[in-house]
């Protein structure tokens, strides 16, 4: 779809393109319309009379917007498909495609039909004598209504901002440890919410795993991630060291069973999303590719344009997440905490960053 746009719409180019994303008719599931791509073109005061004879090519200040439905796209596909749409700009011909190689509804089918009984075993004994309906014991400064525990969405929010030296100390710690940054970042979290909720041991959050558990689904486009719960039952005698080992040898076994749903870990639990606690503090590590901001297609320079966002969404009651930024010339870290304002005050989660 392309939208013609003039100068006094460009200003306004964040509202435009937020008005196209929320069109109720943007995707249509049933008919398999899941991928979108609206052209939105610039045109200047004196090119309304003008009839142009290349009005097909795209020029400066105009904005591709592709826009692509969760139910098979994940963040992991991002890459994947600027991969391709790179090759395919760049090349007259149509992109190989092998046919021996998996496609998504393979995978899906294969997943319906894998012996899981190893990874039920697994799920069983990793949440075994955990009540997973008890919430963690976070500083809230409310509770939700009895009658009421729909999340409003409201958040409170603060970030922290690493300076050089301390990132560069996160860094060089994992790689003296062999550690992934992911599982460096998660011990942290378990150590600050052992400090935070007074010595509580036994912790368990929710994180987003990426599933791609074979090197087939690496990179294949499609929706994997999946939520899982960490659950840690640390020793209040451990150094920090100790808890990095734990955490890597409780991660690498996940990752060993990261295919096993979650309906079925709750199901096999008898219990529903909704009274699930590790499923209100959640932690997240993203790693935002040094490519991903400007991308050249033969001569045409594009560069990724910043949505302005009004507010964050609370998803749950409370969330850590680190984001690491791996661009070669300017290594940036730092971490955002997201907390329900129906929980929290902005003044309680600022504090909470101060102590973190």
């Given amino acids: 779809t392309v939208i013609n746009l003039h100068d006094d719409d460009c200003r306004h180019m964040n509202e435009i393109i937020a008005e196209t994303l929320n069109q109720s008719d943007l995707f249509d599931l049933s008919k398999g319309h899941v991928i979108r791509c609206h052209i939105l073109r610039h045109y ?37 498909f600027l991969r391709d749409l790179s090759l395919a700009y760049q090349s007259d011909h149509s992109l190989f495609v092998n046919d021996n190689l998996l496609n998504y509804i393979d995978y899906s089918v294969y997943e319906h039909i894998m012996d899981m009984s190893l990874s039920r075993e697994f799920w069983h004994s990793q949440l ?14 409310r509770r939700r209504s009895s009658t009421n525990q729909q999340r409003s969405g409201l ?34 979290f378990y150590v600050f919410l052992f400090k935070l909720i007074h010595g509580q041991t036994d912790l368990c959050v929710g994180s987003i795993n990426t599933n791609r558990y074979r090197s087939e689904l690496v990179n294949m486009i499609g929706m994997f991630v999946s939520t899982l719960p960490y659950r840690a039952e640390l020793d209040s005698h451990w150094s920090f060291d100790e808890v990095v080992k734990y955490v890597q040898e ?28 590790f499923l209100e503090t959640m932690f997240d590590f993203i790693t935002v ?14 560069e990724q344009m910043s949505l302005e966002q009004v507010a964050e969404v609370a998803k749950f009651d ?39």
């Fill in 318 to 356: 409370f969330s850590l997440t680190f984001a690491y930024n791996s661009s070669s010339d300017n290594k940036s870290l730092s971490c955002n905490f997201i907390a329900s304002s129906d929980l929290f005050e902005k003044s309680t989660i600022s504090q909470m960053a101060r102590r973190f």
């Fill in 128 to 141: 075994e004598g955990y009540n997973i309906e008890c919430s963690l014991s976070l500083p809230v400064d």
């Fill in 44 to 80: 200047h005061q004196s090119q309304d009379n003008i009839s142009c004879e290349n009005d097909d090519l795209l020029s400066e200040n105009d904005h591709i917007l592709i826009s692509i439905h969760h139910a098979m796209f994940d963040g992991a596909s991002t890459s994947i």
């Fill in 155 to 188: 958040a409170s929010t603060a970030e922290i901002i690493f300076d050089n030296e301390l990132c560069t100390s996160f860094l060089n710690y994992a790689s003296s440890h062999h550690l992934t940054l992911f599982q460096l970042g998660l011990s942290i």
């Fill in 250 to 277: 409780k991660c690498l076994s996940i990752l060993e069973h990261s295919h096993y749903p979650l309906q079925h870990i709750l199901g096999d639990n008898r219990s529903s999303q909704s009274n699930v606690s």
């Fill in 289 to 302: 590719s040094k490519d991903m901001g400007h991308r050249i297609l033969n001569d045409a320079n594009l």
